[in-house]
Nanobody, 123 residues
């Protein structure tokens, strides 16, 4: 069993940045690929970024490529999402998810999900 707790969300002006964290409890964090997803009001949940078990491989949604960076610290059992050049359309609840195995883009194939952290970007 893995529990995920996100933090780092908040209110920021357009153009600003936030660093989201997702702390995992449980064993064998290095066996899990991690992903970040988000859901804006009235919209479906969407993929943001994912990182492989080792942290060596990453993948991003086109909408955040070049602005967001995902990283994984296996020693601290934590995955990060560094955001920059934030836009109002980035406003959403951001969730992290863990998958035992390879990196994936679909939330449905992840085994565990956190409760989310709110990011609000004002114009």
């Amino acid at each position: 069993q893995v529990q995920l707790v996100e933090s780092g969300g908040g209110l920021v002006q357009a153009g600003g940045s936030l660093r989201l964290s997702c702390a995992a409890s449980g064993r064998s964090f290095s066996d899990y690929a991690m992903g970040w997803f988000r859901q804006a009001p009235g919209k479906e949940r969407e993929f943001v970024a994912a990182v492989s078990r080792s942290g060596d491989s990453t993948y991003y949604a086109d909408s955040v490529k070049g602005r967001f960076t995902i990283s994984k610290d296996n020693a601290k059992s934590t995955v990060f999402l560094q955001t920059s050049s934030l836009k109002p359309e980035d406003t959403a609840v951001y969730y992290c998810a863990a998958r035992r195995g390879s990196l994936a883009l679909l939330l449905t194939v992840y085994d565990y999900r956190g409760q989310g952290t709110q990011v609000t970007v004002s114009s």
